[in-house]
């Protein structure tokens, strides 16, 4: 049946390709402070920065790997093998036909400057360590939106940039956001200003081309007071048989009134550690959202949170994973209320086939001063095969008289009563799994914007047709 | 040639053998009734003619217009004109009708070409308004939530849309209501035509006032002991089962 296995290929494994490139930027394989010292000449830090890298790089040497409660895979991970920073430059062009052809090609099949076009306000594109692309429609640009790479953020608009800057994620929170602070390079820095509604998505795409790589982009989006804003973004690898690290560090800050969504595509090659940490600040009656679907990678460590610091903010975690073979998805949602009348919801869809794993880690806490706070938290996990595990931590911690929590989990399988069926109506295994699949998730992938849909059920489609029959 | 041909079928369940040589033949253009007790292996049939894993053939073999359907997978099967109503249909959880339908007439297009989504609608829209369902439905799961009715008409939709050539229909009348049952036998007339085939299997008689069969099959303990014209379901009816068992040499059941 598979008859043009060309087209087909391609088409399977989208990120699956590299280009060779020069790369004129290259801090060597390893990590110390000449390593630090090296990305802060090259990127023209300014001293504070350079300070702030060589601090985090001595709280990441002095920090454990959280293997006591997360995966030993940790443990694979030879920091002393992997390169920390690969550039071509440290400009961001503002035109696609000044990025460098060997780089732009790998854009191009990936679709980024069509969507541009299509029904984007913006997009920011990296390549390994830096920026390469980074532009805005002119409109959205005249009303004040401010949309560059971080390296760029903090040169041209260091008041608002510093002041925000590693206030959400302090540099200790984790031992990765510790490696993040330390070597960080690329992402995006938005500012929105008051009142201003962002009408398309501003979106940003990372791409890691490089073996043995590591990719530590740092975002940091600020929407000003009654502000509005939907930020997207999507990664691919190709697919090496070394380990390839992604270590982000995303900090969102709500002012007053603000909405901030944040949706995140991934579709990471089975090589790739993924360990990130996002998390937002949400002030009165402002909302942050997360939309989060992780696939591929070896493994995937994420929790995106959100404090809820000032009175009525809302947060929210929309999550879909799905473990392939051979893959880890440990994600979750940290909920921190932090004042009256917040509220938060978590909902959390995870796909696990053959021998692949999804963990549902959750953090719920409300303390017993605040009044009239709520949490929803519903986790459904659904398993395809004998073979397949998922395991649900839900930790909740509701305080407080006014303050309440509702909680749901369930484990579910398709039956083979169930593929049967769809089969006798004509649909192959894979296509009546992916169909399955999809109706597993459907309720909550309604709430994405159409663009976004459509991918992650192509991306779904292609997952399944890999692993059955 | 043109015809679903069974021929000397027998089918096990582990040591427990179910379809015991069984032949039938049913034409292009002709309606068949299959009548027989509880347990007596009508769903097996219906299933094994399908191509459900969990039955092993043990002897003989099922002809499509000629093509072998063993060496076919359950799906290739659909695609090429089989269609099966179960007895008991399936949720698919989160999958709405429309969906479900679409991806299964998309099934059926040559690679590389788009099911046209206006004509797919029309066409949705008419079946539905024939089976009486309320266009409501097309946006539900598959069969999630639904009355045992409500499950009976949606196989009529899906073999209304899916313009099998060969049909097996397993008890769609059991759970209706006399009004659904008129409805659903309507569908079904509606459908009646010299290119369709159909197996309408049942436990009563009462489907047969309204879905005319040519031919009646009696089946007991697995083999069809007697066949005859449709006044055979009225003497049936009269009669009782254990007079079929008593003809056909078969224990009586208590
Ligand atoms: N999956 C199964 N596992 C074990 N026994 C089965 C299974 N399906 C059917 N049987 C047995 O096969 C016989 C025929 O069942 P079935 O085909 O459902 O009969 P009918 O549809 O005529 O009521 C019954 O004795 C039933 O218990
Ligand atoms: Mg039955």
Same mark, same amino acid.
């Given at each position: 049946m598979k008859t043009d296995t060309s087209a087909v290929n391609i088409d399977r494994d989208k990120g699956d390709f590299h280009y060779k490139v020069d790369y004129g930027y290259d801090a060597g394989v390893g990590l110390d402070e000449r390593v630090v010292n090296y990305i802060s000449d090259v990127k023209q830090d300014p001293d504070w920065v350079r300070e702030f890298r060589l601090k985090a790089l001595q709280t990441f040497e002095s920090k454990p790997l959280p293997?006591?409660?997360?995966?030993?895979?940790?443990?694979?991970?030879?920091?002393?093998?992997?390169?920390?920073?690969?550039?071509?430059g440290q400009r961001a062009t503002r035109s696609w036909d000044e990025v460098p052809e060997d780089v732009k090609r790998t854009f191009e099949r990936l679709g980024i400057p069509e969507q541009e076009r299509k029904f984007l306000a913006g997009v920011e594109a990296q390549f390994d360590s830096e920026a390469v692309y980074s532009n805005i429609k002119k409109a959205v640009g005249e009303q004040g939106v401010i949309f560059v790479g971080s390296t760029e953020g903090l040169k041209e608009y260091p008041e608002i940039f510093r002041r925000w800057f590693g206030k959400v994620i302090p540099t200790g929170d984790n031992k990765f956001s510790a490696l993040n602070s330390a070597v960080f390079s690329g &992402?995006? #820095?938005?500012?929105? %200003?008051? &009142?201003?509604?962002?009408?398309? %998505?501003?979106?940003?795409? #990372?791409?890691?081309?490089?073996?043995?790589? &590591?990719?530590?982009?740092?975002?940091?989006?600020?929407?000003?007071?009654?502000?509005?804003?939907?930020?997207?973004? &999507?990664?691919?690898?190709?697919?090496?048989?070394?380990? +390839?690290?992604?270590?982000?560090?995303?900090?969102?800050?709500?002012?007053?009134?603000?909405?901030?969504?944040?949706?995140?595509?991934?579709?990471?090659? %089975?090589?790739? #550690?993924?360990?990130?940490?996002?998390r937002g600040l949400a002030h009165e009656e402002s909302e942050i959202k997360w939309i989060d679907c992780n696939i591929g990678s070896r493994l995937t460590m994420k929790y995106p949170g959100v404090v809820l610091k000032g009175r009525k903010s809302r947060g929210e975690v929309l999550s879909i994973a799905l473990a392939n073979n051979g893959q880890h998805q440990d994600t979750g949602a940290k909920m921190i209320h932090a004042a009256d009348e917040t509220t938060s919801n978590i909902i959390s869809k995870s796909i696990s086939i053959g021998t692949g794993r999804a963990t549902y880690r959750g953090l719920v806490h409300v303390?017993?001063?605040?009044?009239? $706070?709520?949490?929803?938290?519903? $986790?459904?996990?659904?398993?395809?095969?004998?073979?397949?595990?998922?395991?649900?931590?839900?930790?909740?911690?509701?305080?407080? +008289?006014?303050?309440?929590?509702?909680?749901e989990a369930s484990v579910s399988q398709v039956s083979a009563e169930q593929i049967f069926y769809m089969q006798q109506r004509g649909l192959s295994e894979a296509q009546a799994m992916s169909l399955s699949v999809n109706g597993f998730v459907n309720d909550l992938v309604r709430q994405f914007p159409m663009e976004y849909s459509v991918e992650l059920k192509r991306l779904i489609e292609l997952e399944m047709e890999g692993s059955v029959g | 040639m043109q015809q679903l041909e069974i021929k000397n079928l027998r089918v096990a369940i582990g040591e427990n053998e179910i379809i015991r040589d069984l032949s039938l033949s049913v034409g292009l253009g002709e309606m068949h009734a299959v009548m027989g007790p509880n347990g007596s292996g009508k769903s097996t049939l219906a299933k094994v003619i399908a191509g459900h894993p969990d039955y092993k053939v043990t002897g003989g073999e099922v002809l499509m217009d000629g093509e072998n359907l063993f060496e076919l997978d359950p799906d290739e099967r659909a695609r090429k004109g089989l269609f099966l109503a179960f007895q008991y249909p399936s949720e698919v959880p989160g999958v709405t009708i429309a969906n479900f339908l679409r991806a299964a007439m998309q099934a059926r297009l040559p690679e590389g070409e788009e099911l046209e989504a206006t004509d797919y609608y029309a066409k949705l829209y008419e079946k539905m308004d024939l089976l009486e369902i309320d266009r409501s439905f097309t946006s539900r799961a598959v069969n999630e939530g639904f009355s045992g009715g409500e499950k009976k008409r949606c196989e009529i939709l899906q073999m209304a849309m899916l313009d099998p050539r060969y049909a097996v229909l397993d008890e769609t009348d059991s759970g209706l209501d006399i009004d659904a049952l008129k409805v659903v036998a309507s569908g079904v007339n509606s459908l009646r035509g010299p290119n369709l085939g159909v197996l309408l299997i049942t436990h009563y008689q009462r489907l047969l006032n309204y879905i005319v069969p040519d031919f009646v099959h009696v089946m007991v303990h697995g083999r069809i002991v007697r066949s005859g014209g449709k006044e055979l379901a009225l003497e049936l009816e009269e009669k009782g089962y254990d007079w079929i068992r008593e003809h056909a040499g078969e224990p009586v059941a208590a």
């Open positions: 293997t006591h409660w997360a995966s030993k895979d940790l443990e694979a991970i030879d920091f002393n093998k992997i390169r920390y920073y690969l550039a071509q &992402g995006s #820095f938005i500012y929105v %200003p008051p &009142g201003v509604k962002v009408k398309h %998505p501003l979106q940003a795409y #990372f791409r890691i081309n490089a073996e043995n790589f &590591g990719q530590f982009e740092r975002t940091l989006i600020i929407c000003d007071e009654g502000s509005e804003l939907t930020y997207m973004e &999507g990664c691919t690898a190709p697919k090496f048989n070394t380990a +390839t690290l992604h270590s982000a560090v995303v900090e969102l800050i709500a002012l007053k009134g603000a909405k901030l969504q944040y949706i995140t595509v991934q579709n990471w090659s %089975p090589n790739v #550690f993924n360990l990130v940490t996002k303390p017993k001063h605040l009044k009239n $706070c709520r949490n929803n938290t519903e $986790c459904d996990a659904l398993l395809i095969n004998a073979t397949s595990r998922t395991d649900t931590y839900p930790a909740i911690t509701v305080r407080g +008289t006014g303050n309440s929590v509702q909680h | -």
